[in-house]
């Protein structure tokens, strides 16, 4: 079964840590993304990857980082952890842009204390 | 930002009945696509509309899109307990250089037994 794993499902982090959460599909997927989801909020997305190496800003980029060494691995990257990046984070993966469904992992709910 | 606009916030049915939920959106687009999300969960891809169908079957799921209203409907019939859940849907643009879906703040569902 295919399918997009995330490191954690939880995590409690300190401010000022800096934290990362791995996300890795085994799907071959050109894309792949990491979103946060607030209440009220909806799905944010903060980076986004559509090639090995490359990385592109979405709408809430900062305090955060991305790394993408290979394919399967997108990793999101807490420079300094703050209270208000205390959220569920979701990593998607998709095969090419249009007309492709995303591949949702199962979220790390980070609390930054 | 987000383009995908769900409607209602929240629907609370009995077991049986049918729920629909609508979803409004702002520019042209590719496909629509509707996603479902277990409490504290990844979300989950339910049905794909392309820009050029105007309703589509997926079990007890039905989806229609007005591309002229800019608008989408999702109907679950004889909805069940396990069908609680928040619905979201993502729109993929037509335009632009993006690369990724933009999704609503969803629908939270409860249907009660």
């Known amino acids: 079964d295919v399918k997009v794993t995330q490191s954690s499902r939880y995590l409690v982090k300190r401010t000022g840590e800096k934290v990362f959460l791995e996300c890795v599909q085994d799907?071959?997927?050109?894309?792949m993304f990491w979103y946060r989801q607030d209440p009220g909020l909806g799905l944010r997305l903060i980076y986004f990857?559509?090639?090995?190496?490359?990385?592109e800003k979405g709408d809430i980029p900062e305090g955060y980082s991305v790394s993408r060494e290979k394919k399967e691995r997108f990793s999101l990257i807490l420079e300094s952890a703050s209270t208000n990046q205390t959220s569920m984070y979701l990593c998607?993966?998709?095969?090419?842009?249009?007309?492709?469904?995303?591949?949702f992992g199962s979220g790390t709910r980070l609390t930054v204390v | 930002s987000q383009q995908g606009e769900e409607d209602p916030q929240a629907l609370s049915i009995q077991e049986g009945e049918n729920a629909t939920m609508n979803c409004s959106y702002k520019?042209?687009?590719?496909?629509l696509q509707w996603y479902r999300q277990n409490s504290g969960r990844g979300l989950v891809h339910l049905i794909l509309?392309?820009?050029?169908?105007r309703e589509k079957h997926s079990g007890r799921l039905r989806v229609t899109l007005d591309t002229s209203k800019k608008s989408s409907s999702l109907l679950i019939t004889a909805s069940r307990a396990a069908d609680t859940a928040s619905y979201f849907c993502?729109?993929?643009?037509?335009?632009?250089?993006?690369?990724?879906?933009?999704f609503g703040s969803g629908t939270q569902l409860t249907v009660l037994p």
């Open positions: 998607a993966s998709s095969a090419r842009r249009g007309q492709a469904a995303y591949t």
């Open positions: 799907m071959d997927h050109e894309n």
């Open positions: 990857s559509y090639d090995v190496k490359m990385k």
């Open positions: 520019t042209s687009i590719n496909n």
């Open positions: 509309i392309r820009s050029n169908e």
């Open positions: 993502a729109t993929d643009p037509l335009t632009g250089s993006a690369r990724q879906l933009t």
